[in-house]
């Protein structure tokens, strides 16, 4: 459960108007502070009076509510070209933007110390040997802004473009590998084949339509044991399920509605995907960027090429999930990654609306090539078999014979996918109710 608590937290530190209501506090503090005046040297308190300080909290007021306008209004339209020219998915991440906020929130918080200091002396609640200390806290919040505006015409350079939006997606594509390569299976044991599930365990649904975003494994793990049961996850971190959709199967001689409504909260879910546990999400994120530069109204295949590049770095440094000797949720069964759909919805995706772009192709089979060789067998397979759909993608886009041959002999795969055109009607009703049988044998409890 504190697991889930810090998680919600930081979520919550995120949001712009959280840091900029710290920084306004500073007023309260400082009108707390100020009868420890006397505890400042004489001469000094003598030298500040009202005039003084007022004329501090005046420029602060003026100025920082010209900045503040002018930086919302930049941060804005950054958010909007990174919406339009890589992904909506894009526009999120920029909004979680630590300096971002940071900078921002120390400006509003900035024009609300001064507009607080400022009502509260014209009340005349301090005294004139109280003035000291606020004008030393008044100068200290002028030092945060200096340093903000400075880190902001840093930050300023390539906010909202192209490659500042691939470079930060790549960031937190890179947090989620690491979250998984620190706990594989999410801290639990590997829900495989072998792991067999007794017919009489407990199922635990979903109550609405939405998508789990984070599942905490320890405190699933903590209440089974003191039931003395087991918990079997059903769902993964980025699967969208809908109400009465099994989200794990539950192994206890006791259960009840209070007992699956514990186990419930485990399960963090939101409207929207979120990083983190999520791991297959972050290489979307990227995949989505490559897909717009790709798209004819932009026409960037380069981009598309430099995404692929990031996308294989990436997938390198995902290693194969082995369970530990120890896990850190005993009592709990997760299912591991799926490279199969992490390299359809991100590599697969990239190939199928970059066909007409010879480059795209040839870097997204150079990465098959590589891919073919990681140690996890699962995501060797899926770079193979993303290879021969390649093949198939280049068929249907390549114009020239020789471009063909370069990308054919670049892959990991013997040959083409099979297309839909070169299969028959009876074989395509066949492959099509293989599919469903298996999909249903995958949702049944």
Not at 159 to 184: D, F, H, M, Y
Request: charge should be negative.
């Amino acid at each position: 459960m504190i697991g889930s608590i810090l998680w919600k937290f930081r979520l919550f530190a995120r949001r712009l108007w959280v840091r900029a209501v710290l920084i306004s506090l500073l007023a309260i503090v400082a009108a707390l502070l100020a009868p420890l005046s006397d505890l400042l040297p004489f001469s000094f308190k003598t030298q500040i009076d009202e005039t003084k300080l007022q004329s501090l909290l005046d420029i602060l007021t003026s100025s920082m509510l010209a900045v503040t306008t002018f930086s919302l209004s930049i941060m804005v339209t950054a958010h909007l070209a990174a919406d339009s020219s890589a992904t909506p998915r894009a526009h999120r991440l920029l909004q979680q933007d630590s300096r971002t906020q940071t900078v921002l929130a120390t400006f509003l918080g900035a024009f609300v110390y001064a507009l607080t200091l400022t009502i509260l002396l014209s009340t005349g609640l301090f005294a004139d040997d109280e003035m000291a200390l606020i004008y030393l806290f008044t100068v200290g919040v002028i030092g945060l802004v200096v340093v903000a505006i400075l880190r902001w015409v840093g930050h300023l350079d390539g906010l909202g473009s192209v490659e500042a939006t691939i470079r930060r997606a790549e960031e937190r594509a890179k947090a989620a590998v690491a979250i998984r390569a620190e706990a594989p299976f999410l801290g639990a044991h590997a829900l495989t084949g072998r792991v067999t599930i007794p017919p009489e365990a407990h199922v635990l649904t979903a109550t609405s339509a939405i998508f789990v975003n984070r599942i905490d494994t320890r405190t699933l793990s903590h209440k089974a044991g003191k039931w003395g049961g087991t918990v079997y996850l059903r769902v993964s971190p980025g699967d969208w399920v809908l109400p009465g959709d099994p989200l794990a199967m539950v192994s206890v001689s006791d259960w009840s509605d209070a007992r699956a409504t514990e186990l419930r909260a485990c399960f963090a879910t939101d409207e929207t995907r979120e990083h983190g546990q999520d791991t297959a999400y972050s290489f979307v994120v990227l995949a989505e960027i490559a897909e717009r530069a790709l798209s004819p109204g932009i026409n960037d295949p380069r981009t598309g090429t430099d995404v692929v590049g990031r996308l294989t770095r990436l997938f390198l440094s995902l290693p194969a999930e082995v369970e530990p000797d120890e896990v850190a949720a005993p009592n709990v069964y997760a299912p591991g990654l799926d490279p199969v759909e992490v390299v359809r919805n991100s590599l697969d995706a990239i190939a199928r609306d970059g066909q007409g772009f010879h480059e795209v192709l040839m870097a997204v089979q150079g990465a098959a090539r590589a891919l073919s060789r990681h140690p996890d067998p699962g995501l060797a397979a899926a770079a193979r078999a993303l290879s021969g759909r390649v093949l198939a993608y280049a068929r249907s886009g390549i114009l020239l014979v020789e471009d063909l041959e370069r990308i054919g002999a670049a892959g990991a795969a013997s040959g083409p996918a099979p297309r839909a055109e070169d299969v028959s009607e009876d074989g395509i009703a066949t492959a099509l109710g293989e599919t469903t049988a298996r999909s249903r044998s995958a949702a049944r409890p």
